[in-house]
């Protein structure tokens, strides 16, 4: 059964650091992850998506990385910004390309002007 | 291109009766997916639709249920609600085959009185 955790589950950095946040997954059989940043109340937006066969992913100040053996995805953000407060959830798709999606419990991260 | 559209944005149902929630996905998007969110549970897998068969279905009990229409729009159906089901619906339709990116709608505030 997959399992997906995230640590930490709170983050309170001042604005300008650079911040890695941590989603861990049980089962190594996956098809694709993806990284989402949710504002309070609303939907989720999708950040970055990896497929199974890369390792990174890259968009502006963000950057996702996998290892399937370790069971681990890394999203680091640079140069933090206020706006950057919000919830990021990590999200993996079983092997099955049709299979179903596993959703984290989310890192709320606030960022301090 | 237009996102995915949720409708109602908010509902105020009552114990016992029953709620229709509507999901127009991304023109092209075949495959729709239902999540619940709570702040104890997260977000949890509902079900998926694909070419109006269900594929997927999460650990839910009968009284939810959906369903998709030849143009990929769906609904899902909650009866008998219970206070247990005030949550925030989410609906996400991603394009089907590969890549399998996830895109999410704004949601229905659902909240059982």
């Known amino acids: 059964k997959q399992e997906v955790t995230q640590i930490p589950a709170a983050l309170s950095v001042p604005e300008g650091e650079n911040l890695v946040l941590n989603c861990s997954f049980t089962?190594?059989?996956?098809?694709?992850l993806q990284w989402f940043r949710q504002d309070p109340g609303k939907g989720l937006t999708s950040l970055l998506l990896i497929q199974s066969s890369q390792r990174e992913q890259t968009s502006g100040r963000l950057n996702a990385s996998l290892d399937k053996s370790s069971g681990r995805s890394t999203l680091y953000i640079a140069a933090s910004q206020p706006g950057d407060s919000a919830t990021y959830l990590c999200a993996v798709r079983r092997k099955a390309s049709y299979d179903k999606v596993i959703f984290g419990p989310g890192t709320s991260l606030s960022v301090i002007p | 291109k237009a996102g995915v559209t949720q409708t109602p944005r908010y509902l105020i149902k009552t114990r016992g009766q029953q709620v229709t929630l509507s999901c127009s996905p991304i023109?092209?998007?075949?495959?729709v997916s239902w999540y619940q969110q709570t702040p104890g549970q997260g977000l949890q897998f509902l079900f998926e639709?694909?070419?109006?068969?269900?594929?997927n279905k999460g650990n839910f009990p009968g009284r939810f249920s959906g369903r998709q229409f030849s143009n990929s729009r769906s609904e899902m159906n909650v009866s008998t609600l219970e206070l247990g089901d005030s949550a925030l619906y989410l609906c996400?339709?991603?394009?089907?085959?590969?890549?399998?990116?996830?895109?999410f709608g704004p949601g229905t505030r659902l909240t059982v009185t």
């Open positions: 089962d190594s059989a996956i098809y694709n």
């Open positions: 023109s092209g998007h075949r495959s």
């Open positions: 996400a339709s991603s394009f089907d085959p590969s890549p399998y990116e996830q895109y």
């Open positions: 639709y694909f070419s109006e068969t269900q594929r």
